[in-house]
């Protein structure tokens, strides 16, 4: 949380709202959030004329110049750089994320902007939330088969088994008659969200004696329609290239494991929506995703949230492999344990709302305007 007295000073340059002078905006503390770096917004500087200024005022390093194109003809801006140059403050969408920015390397060349004091001093990570009353709420969804809380959880299995007849996959393990575990991922699929990975996981799943579903599109997916077709009719695998939002809500309403195995992150949306569903994630721990899925192997200590989940650090096959089989042996070799994981995540499902994230944001811009935030 920010204070009001942190805030004394703007740290915009003047000559910036020297072209506001007389204007509403004059003596504007604008505040940046970013969502992703990789985002940059590479511009001309005779486009940028069409904001009504020159771009060439703000062509130098200490502005909007993209130090990539120093010596081009013609050099660029960056839009991005200079939105954190100017503003009086930035945000990304979780705590992990700005640190990663700041010091992690995942600021990439903007590094040596991130790098001055003055604009450290104004960086800020404030997590993202989900709308979990109506949006993403088991409870009262109408594109589930049947509702379920941590109260009444038993709905739970049922939309698992409306999903496995739905993609036509085996409905118990043909040896025993237990239910497979079913891992699913949901995702845009290109190489930020750890691609390789998720093929390894289709792999591994099935391995393991689980399933696998998938609903994504994007143009790295080669490697997964190759599977999709190798394990058509294995009844333990089954894809969707594209999306539907009918699906999706199915999907995280059948799903037991829930794989975001991203290269970066800068929030993350999928595994809060899981932990409302009481879909258990195994997940790559950076960005948002170390911020908000806590490993149960690493227990409980006092101040920290609960654990909900599974991590991992690395971005090779034995680094997933690790964390999802944990999680397949918890599901298949504890069942209690894994039903009280379940439960207690339905229960916590609520806490990834925007009623944190809002109070936060509430505080920061009032702390950027001088004001008092109550």
Not at 41 to 59: H, I, L, M, P, V
Not at 236 to 265: C, K, Q, R, W
């Amino acid at each position: 949380m920010l204070h009001a007295h942190e805030w004394q000073s703007s740290a915009v340059p003047m000559m910036y709202w020297e072209y506001f002078a007389g204007e509403p905006l004059h003596g504007s503390r604008p505040v940046l959030t970013i969502h992703n770096m990789d985002n940059s917004g590479e511009c001309r500087q005779d486009e940028f004329a069409a904001t009504g200024f020159s771009g060439e005022a703000f062509a130098t390093v200490d502005k909007a110049l993209d130090e990539r194109t120093i010596g081009h003809n013609p050099e660029r801006l960056c839009l991005l750089k200079g939105g954190i140059v100017y503003s009086s403050a930035v945000t990304t969408v979780s705590p992990t994320y700005a640190q990663e920015v700041l010091t992690g390397g995942a600021a990439g060349w903007l590094r040596s902007t991130l790098a001055r004091p003055e604009i450290g001093a104004k960086f800020w990570g404030v997590l993202n939330g989900i709308d979990t009353e109506e949006a993403w709420n088991p409870e009262i969804d109408a594109l589930i088969p049947a509702c379920y809380s941590s109260r009444v959880p038993e709905g739970k299995e049922l939309c698992k088994r409306f999903l496995r007849r739905g993609f036509g996959l085996a409905l118990e393990d043909e040896q025993t008659g237990h239910s497979r575990p079913l891992v699913a991922v949901i995702s845009r699929l290109v190489p930020q969200k750890g691609i390789h990975l998720i093929e390894r996981a289709v792999v591994r799943t099935v391995e393991q004696g689980g399933q696998f579903v998938l609903l994504g599109a994007g143009h790295a997916d080669g490697g997964l329609r190759r599977l999709a077709s190798e394990y058509a009719s294995s009844g333990h695998v089954a894809m969707h290239f594209g999306y539907s939002e009918t699906l999706a809500h199915l999907i995280y309403a059948g799903a037991d494991i829930f794989l975001v195995p991203s290269m970066f992150e800068p929030c993350g949306l999928t595994q809060m929506i899981a932990l409302r569903y009481g879909a258990v994630p195994v997940v790559r721990r950076t960005g948002g995703l170390a911020d908000t899925v806590f490993d149960v192997d690493d227990g409980q200590s006092q101040g920290k949230p609960p654990p909900n989940g599974f991590t991992f650090d690395g971005t090779d096959a034995a680094a997933l492999d690790g964390a999802l089989d944990r999680a397949l042996k918890m599901y298949c070799d504890h069942s209690g344990a894994w039903k009280e994981l379940v439960v207690r995540n339905l229960e916590d499902g609520i806490r990834w709302s925007w009623k944190g994230p809002a109070a936060s944001y509430l505080q920061l811009y009032a702390g950027v305007a001088g004001v008092v935030a109550h």
